[in-house]
Nanobody
């Protein structure tokens, strides 16, 4: 069974940067898209950013221009570069991979933006 493991979360001051990564335990066949979601306390999980197999990207309006999603095919990871972080970016961030054969989710990594 494929496992997704997120890393790179932590505590950062407003205006700071973090780089999240998502690694799969093994190669996933027929991937259609890879994405990041987040869930703040008391709120529903929301879409953050996605990248398709052809490299097309899509971002939530709240993070556009600050976050960058990419795909490292050699390392089988999905980095999320987060800049100009705001307190409202505080949440647990989840990696998601969609394929023809199923949907995969990681356990999440905590990002806290606070002074």
């Amino acid at each position: 069974q494929v496992q997704l493991v997120e890393s790179g979360g932590g505590l950062v001051q407003p205006g700071g940067s973090l780089r999240l990564s998502c690694a799969a335990s093994r190669s996933i066949a027929s991937i259609t898209s890879m994405a990041w979601y987040r869930q703040a306390p008391g709120q529903e999980r929301e879409f953050v950013a996605a990248i398709t197999v052809d490299g097309s990207t899509n971002y939530a309006y709240s993070v556009k221009g600050r976050f960058t999603i990419s795909r490292d095919t050699a390392k089988n990871t999905v980095p999320l570069e987060m800049n100009s972080l705001k307190p409202e970016d505080t949440a647990v961030y989840y990696c998601n991979v969609e394929s023809r054969f199923g949907s995969y989710w990681g356990q999440g990594t905590q990002v806290t933006v606070s002074s």
